[in-house]
């Protein structure tokens, strides 16, 4: 299983962008997914999570709802709306799967994950 993420950019304060990660090896249907970040110097952190069947998400509190996550299991992707950001959002940016049998079920923590991408930067200039 190998997951891609793509979609980083250098952008200003206030401007958006569309993170997509894609799934290799296995179909994302059966995978609960989930979008880290991590600053320099910082630990990897969630930042939204989204359940094997879509019908459940969760987006870490300092968000204030400008963040999106979805996903199209017929394409094997999750995607991360990211609207209105800020220098604070500056980071490199983590898809993650992991195998779910409950279908309502998201993940928070980096070691309930089983795959990752390799990250993409999002730099947000003020």
């Known amino acids: 299983v190998q997951l891609q993420a793509f979609g980083g950019g250098l952008v200003q304060a206030g401007d958006y962008l569309r993170l997509s990660c894609v799934i290799f090896?296995?179909?994302?249907?059966?995978?609960?997914m989930g979008w880290f970040r991590q600053a320099p110097g910082k630990e990897r952190r969630i930042v939204a999570a989204i359940s094997r069947s879509g019908t459940t998400t969760y987006y870490t509190d300092s968000l204030d709802d400008r963040f999106t996550i979805s996903r199209d299991n017929a394409k094997n992707g999750v995607y991360l709306q990211m609207n209105s950001l800020r220098p604070e959002d500056t980071a490199v940016y983590y898809c993650?799967?992991?195998?779910?049998?409950?279908?309502?079920?998201?993940?928070?923590?980096?070691?309930?994950?089983?795959?990752w991408g390799q990250g993409t930067q999002v730099t947000v200039s003020s």
């Open positions: 090896g296995c179909a994302s249907s059966r995978d609960a």
């Open positions: 993650a799967s992991r195998y779910s049998v409950s279908g309502d079920t998201y993940y928070l923590k980096t070691d309930e994950y089983s795959y």
